[in-house]
């Protein structure tokens, strides 16, 4: 199970925000490069990009700084979403560097086009489904739909979707731990591995979490816990590695 720092831009500037909300978030670093160089020195094997000014905008914003972040580091694998929504902006990362791009808004509103981007882009797309009491939120969480989180994983299942990134938003930023139930059930619900986010707080978590990783959970994002301190990135990585390695 890999261990996935974020780093989530706003306005060029490295935050986190609570439940989504973007006037509730706190400023981490002016300079997401040097967070970024401060994860990868810890040992991360993959790191989490959002642009979260985009996801609202529905276009890229902070394009420049993913751009910067995935020259420094060309071997590293990096996923990014945010504002993510046609063929065009999906090509434009990928030739920036970028490893994986995460389809969110877009996939619950026109769940065809993930299957058009797969075609297009095969083993580079990842579904975002970001859930409140388990159905999908949509438009930077500012919408909540009638979708439940679950069913719309089934969807994908034969478009050939890397992984699906699940975010509890209720658990999201408040450390508060991570949902490991509502995870499991997406990891059930399809055959694509899935990526645990939102909560996650210290290692109780990341034992929580690796105790079912078997079942389908390839992956922890965690975000306020490591630039707060009370989850070290490469202490959970060994624990992860300690216990049975498994990848996307």
Same mark, same amino acid.
């Not at 935050?15 to 990868?40: C, H, I, K, N, Y």
């Not at 920036?96 to 389809?103: D, K, L, R, T, W």
């Given at each position: 199970?890999?261990?996935?720092?974020?780093?989530?831009?706003?306005?060029? /500037?490295?935050?986190?925000?609570?439940?989504?909300? *973007?006037? &509730? +978030?706190?400023?981490?670093?002016?300079?997401?490069?040097?967070?970024?160089?401060?994860?990868?020195?810890?040992?991360?094997?993959?790191?989490?990009?959002?642009?979260?000014?985009?996801?609202?905008?529905?276009?890229?914003?902070?394009?420049?700084?993913?751009?910067?972040?995935?020259?420094?580091?060309?071997?590293?694998?990096?996923?990014?979403?945010?504002?993510?929504? +046609?063929?065009?902006?999906?090509?434009?990362?990928?030739?920036?560097?970028?490893?994986?791009?995460?389809?969110?808004?877009?996939?619950?509103?026109?769940?065809?086009?993930?299957?058009?981007?797969?075609?297009?882009?095969?083993?580079?797309?990842?579904?975002?489904?970001?859930?409140?009491?388990?159905?999908?939120?949509?438009?930077?969480?500012?919408?909540?739909?009638?979708?439940?989180?679950?069913?719309?994983?089934?969807?994908?299942? +034969?478009?050939?979707? +890397?992984?699906?990134?699940?975010?509890?938003?209720?658990?999201?930023? *408040?450390? /508060?731990?991570?949902?490991?139930?509502?995870?499991?059930? *997406?990891?059930?619900?399809?055959?694509?591995?899935?990526?645990?986010?939102?909560?996650?707080?210290?290692?109780? &978590?990341?034992?929580?979490?690796?105790?079912?990783? &078997? /079942?389908?959970?390839?992956?922890?994002?965690?975000?306020?816990?490591?630039?707060?301190?009370?989850?070290?990135?490469?202490?959970? /990585?060994?624990?992860?590695?300690?216990?049975?390695?498994?990848?996307?």
């Amino acid at each position: 199970m890999l261990i996935i720092p974020a780093i989530d831009l706003k306005d060029g /500037q490295c935050v986190r925000l609570r439940q989504g909300l *973007m006037e &509730d +978030s706190t400023v981490f670093s002016d300079e997401p490069v040097a967070m970024a160089r401060r994860w990868v020195a810890a040992g991360c094997r993959r790191l989490h990009l959002v642009d979260l000014n985009g996801a609202f905008a529905g276009e890229p914003v902070n394009g420049e700084v993913v751009t910067a972040i995935a020259a420094a580091w060309p071997d590293l694998p990096i996923q990014i979403g945010g504002g993510i929504r +046609s063929l065009e902006t999906i090509e434009h990362y990928v030739r920036a560097g970028v490893s994986y791009v995460i389809i969110g808004t877009k996939a619950v509103k026109e769940p065809a086009f993930v299957a058009e981007a797969c075609a297009a882009f095969p083993g580079r797309i990842i579904v975002g489904l970001d859930a409140k009491d388990g159905l999908v939120a949509t438009d930077g969480w500012a919408e909540v739909s009638t979708l439940k989180a679950t069913d719309l994983a089934r969807r994908f299942e +034969s478009d050939g979707v +890397s992984a699906i990134v699940y975010t509890d938003i209720a658990r999201d930023g *408040m450390m /508060q731990g991570v949902n490991v139930e509502a995870t499991l059930a *997406m990891a059930r619900a399809s055959s694509i591995p899935v990526i645990a986010s939102g909560g996650i707080t210290n290692m109780d &978590d990341i034992r929580a979490l690796k105790a079912v990783a &078997d /079942q389908g959970i390839c992956g922890a994002i965690t975000g306020r816990a490591i630039y707060e301190g009370t989850l070290d990135v490469a202490a959970a /990585q060994r624990l992860c590695d300690d216990l049975g390695a498994g990848e996307v």
